[in-house]
C-alpha cells in the first residue's frame, strides 16, 4: 500500500518536473518562431492579427540580403575574427606563463578579471577620443580594441584553466628530450589545449559579434556592425517588421549554431578552471 | 610527448643534469616575463590608461564641442550629481532593474538546474534550448520582445486580451518591470548553466550519507545542496549582477529611457549625455560614481560567500 503511494507520489513530482521543464522550452521557443514566422509572412500580413493564416514568401529574405544589412554582417565577422585572433595569440601566451612559471603571482592570475569589473562607460570614453586623435573614430580597428577589453581577459581566464590542467610531466619530458622551453609550450602543451583554445574562441567570437554599446560609440556610421545595423530597425511599419525579423535571424542563427559547439566545455570549464581558479 | 621524430638531441650529459634543470627554471622564468609582456601592454592600453583618463577629465570642464576650453574645476561635477534628479532616477532605475532580474533568474536558474539535473532523456537537446537566449545580441532580444509585446502587433497582447487582461507593458507603470523580465528570459540560462556545473562537480558521499539518513528532499535541498553550492552562487550573482548594471539595449531597443524617465537607467544615460549631449567630463563623473557602486557590491558580495556557515 505505502510502496504503490511512494510511486503515485514519484510519478506526479515527475510529471510536475517534466511540465515545468516543457513550458521552459516553449518560452524559449516561442520568441524565436514567432520572429522566423515574422521573416517569411507577406507584407500585408504583418499588419493583420498574429494569428491569421499565411503563405510563406521569401522576397523579404532576398531583399535584406541585397541590402547594407550584409555588408555590417561581413564587418561583424571581421571585428570578431581579428579579436579573437589577438585575443588567442595573446592570451595564451600569457596563460602558459601565469599557468607554469606564476608569472605576476596570484595578482596576476586573477588581475586579468579584475578589469571586468570596470563599467564600459569609462572604457569607452578614452577610446573614442583616442580613436578620434587617430582618425579611427567610425572604424573597425578602433571596434576591435574595444572588444578586446571584454574578449581578451574572458579568453586568458579559461585559457589559465586548461593550461592549468595539463600535467607539468609533459614539457618535462620533453626537455629532458631536448626540446627548449618554448619548443616543449609550443609543440607539446598547445597542442593538449587546442579544444579548449577552440571553444575559449568561439565564446570570444560571440561576445563579439553580440556587442552594440562599444560598436555603435566606435563605429555607428560607415563601420556599423550587424547588431548596431539591428539597432536601426526602430520604426514599428510593416515593411520594416519583416526586414527587421531577417536582420535578427542573420545575427542570431551562425550564433546559436556555434554555441552549440561550445555549450559542453563551458560547462566543464565553469566546473573545473573557472570557478576553483 | 614530442611527436616530433628524429630531432631529440639524445646526448644529455648525466652529469650536466642539475646544471641543466637549473638553467632550464631560469630560462623559464625569463620566457614567462616574455610570455605576459604583450598581454601586460594590451591591458594597459585598453584598461590602464582609459581609467586613468575618465578619471582625470571628470574633474574637468571636458566638453567634445568645446575642446579648446577646458577647464579643471574639481569636484564640481560630482558634487552638482548629488542633487541631479535625472541622475539619482537612473540610479535608482537601476537599482531596481538589477535586483528584479538578478534575483529572479537566480531563483528560476537555480530551480531549473536541480530539475534538469538528473534528466537523462532528450538532456542534451533540453539543455541546448534552454541555453539558447544568452548567446544572441542583446539588441535582437529588445527588439523581438518590442515586437512580441506590441499592443497591435505582438503575439503576446491578444492572447492576455482573450482571457480579459488588458496590460500596457511598456507604459510608465510596467516599462522597468517588463525591460527586466526580457533580461530574465535572456540570462536566466546563464545561472542555469553555472548552477549545472556547480551541481555537476559537487562530491557524492553528502547526498548518499542523506538518503542513508532518511532526511527529506527539501531538507538534503536546504542543509547539502545549497550550502555547498553557495560559492558558484556568489560567482553567478556577482557576474550577473555586473552585467546587468550595464543595461543598455533594451533600453535602447524599446524605451530611449521613457515613458518620462520611467526606464532612465545609469550606462543609458552616460551615453546620452556623453555622446549625444557631448558633456564627456559629467559622463566620466557618472561613471566613476557608477566604479565605486561597484566596488561596493562587490566587496559585499564576496564577503557574503566567505561567512562560514550557521550549520
Not at chain 1, 15 to 30: E, L, P, Q
Not at chain 2, 32 to 40: D, Q, S, T
Not at chain 2, 48 to 69: C, E, W
Request: aromatic residues 10%; charged residues 15%.
Amino acid at each position: 500500500m505505502s510502496a504503490l503511494a511512494t510511486n503515485v507520489k514519484r510519478r506526479v513530482l515527475t510529471g510536475v518536473r517534466v511540465s515545468i521543464v516543457a513550458a521552459m522550452v516553449v518560452i524559449v521557443v516561442v520568441p524565436f518562431a514567432w520572429v522566423v514566422a515574422a521573416s517569411l509572412k507577406p507584407q500585408e500580413a504583418l499588419s493583420r492579427g498574429p494569428f491569421e493564416p499565411f503563405t510563406p514568401q521569401f522576397e523579404t529574405w532576398g531583399e535584406v540580403l541585397r541590402s547594407g544589412v550584409t555588408a555590417s554582417f561581413t564587418r561583424s565577422v571581421i571585428v570578431g575574427l581579428a579579436t579573437v585572433s589577438i585575443a588567442v595569440v595573446v592570451g595564451s601566451l600569457g596563460a602558459y606563463a601565469i599557468s607554469r612559471f606564476r608569472t605576476g603571482g596570484g595578482t596576476m592570475r586573477f588581475g586579468v578579471l579584475a578589469g571586468q569589473m570596470i563599467p564600459p562607460a569609462v572604457l569607452v570614453i578614452p577610446l573614442f577620443l583616442i580613436a578620434f586623435q587617430f582618425g579611427l573614430n567610425d572604424s573597425l580597428p578602433a571596434v576591435v580594441a574595444s572588444h578586446l577589453t571584454f574578449v581578451l581577459p574572458l579568453v586568458t581566464w579559461f585559457l589559465i584553466g586548461f593550461f592549468d590542467e595539463v600535467p607539468h610531466e609533459y614539457e618535462e619530458q620533453a626537455m629532458v628530450d631536448g626540446y627548449t622551453r618554448w619548443r616543449a609550450f609550443y609543440k607539446v602543451v598547445l597542442p593538449q589545449v587546442r579544444p579548449g583554445i577552440g571553444a575559449a574562441a568561439i565564446f570570444g567570437f560571440i561576445l563579439s559579434w553580440n556587442d552594440m554599446f562599444y560598436a555603435l560609440i566606435l563605429g555607428g556610421g560607415q563601420a556599423r556592425t550587424l547588431p548596431v545595423a539591428i539597432a536601426g530597425f526602430n520604426t514599428f511599419r510593416g515593411v520594416e517588421l519583416g526586414r527587421m525579423s531577417v536582420a535578427i535571424l542573420m545575427s542570431v542563427i551562425p550564433v546559436l549554431i556555434a554555441s552549440f559547439f561550445v555549450q559542453r566545455r563551458l560547462i566543464q570549464g565553469l566546473g573545473s578552471g573557472g570557478l576553483k581558479g | 610527448m614530442p611527436t616530433d621524430q628524429g630531432q631529440h638531441p639524445l646526448s644529455v650529459d648525466e652529469t650536466s643534469r642539475p646544471r641543466t634543470v637549473r638553467t632550464a627554471e631560469q630560462q623559464g622564468r625569463r620566457l614567462g616575463r616574455l610570455m605576459v609582456l604583450p598581454l601586460i601592454v594590451i591591458l594597459g592600453a585598453i584598461f590602464l590608461y582609459p581609467v586613468l583618463f575618465t578619471a582625470r577629465i571628470s574633474l574637468q570642464d571636458y566638453r567634445l564641442n568645446a575642446l579648446g576650453d577646458v577647464r579643471f574645476i574639481g569636484l564640481d561635477h560630482y558634487v552638482s550629481l548629488l542633487s541631479n534628479n535625472t541622475f539619482i532616477t537612473a540610479m535608482r532605475n537601476t537599482a531596481v532593474f538589477v535586483v528584479v532580474a538578478v534575483g529572479l533568474e537566480l531563483v528560476i536558474g537555480l530551480t531549473l538546474a536541480l530539475l534538469v539535473h538528473r534528466q537523462i532523456r532528450l538532456r542534451n537537446l533540453t539543455r541546448s534550448i534552454l541555453l539558447a537566449p544568452m548567446f544572441v545580441t542583446p539588441i535582437a532580444v529588445g527588439l523581438m520582445f518590442r515586437f512580441l509585446l506590441n499592443q497591435q502587433l505582438g503575439l503576446v497582447p491578444p492572447l492576455l486580451q482573450a482571457v480579459g487582461i488588458e496590460i500596457d507593458f511598456f507604459g510608465p507603470r510596467l516599462a522597468l518591470l517588463s525591460l527586466a523580465f526580457i533580461d530574465v528570459w535572456q540570462w536566466t540560462p546563464l545561472i542555469f548553466l553555472m548552477m549545472l556545473a556547480g551541481l555537476e562537480s559537487l562530491p557524492k558521499q553528502p547526498f548518499e550519507a542523506a538518503k542513508v539518513d532518511g532526511a527529506s528532499a527539501w531538507f538534503t535541498f536546504r542543509r547539502v545542496t545549497l550550502p555547498m553550492l553557495r560559492p558558484a552562487i556568489v560567482v553567478a550573482v556577482i557576474i550577473r549582477t555586473l552585467d546587468a548594471l550595464r543595461v543598455f539595449e533594451y533600453v535602447f531597443a524599446i524605451t530611449r529611457g521613457g515613458p518620462g524617465e520611467a526606464t532612465e537607467t545609469i550606462q543609458f544615460l552616460i551615453y546620452r549625455v556623453g555622446f549625444q549631449f557631448f558633456r564627456l567630463g559629467e559622463a566620466a563623473a557618472m561613471a566613476y560614481v557608477l566604479v565605486a557602486v561597484v566596488l561596493v557590491l562587490v566587496a559585499v558580495l564576496v564577503r557574503l560567500s566567505r561567512r562560514p556557515d550557521a550549520t
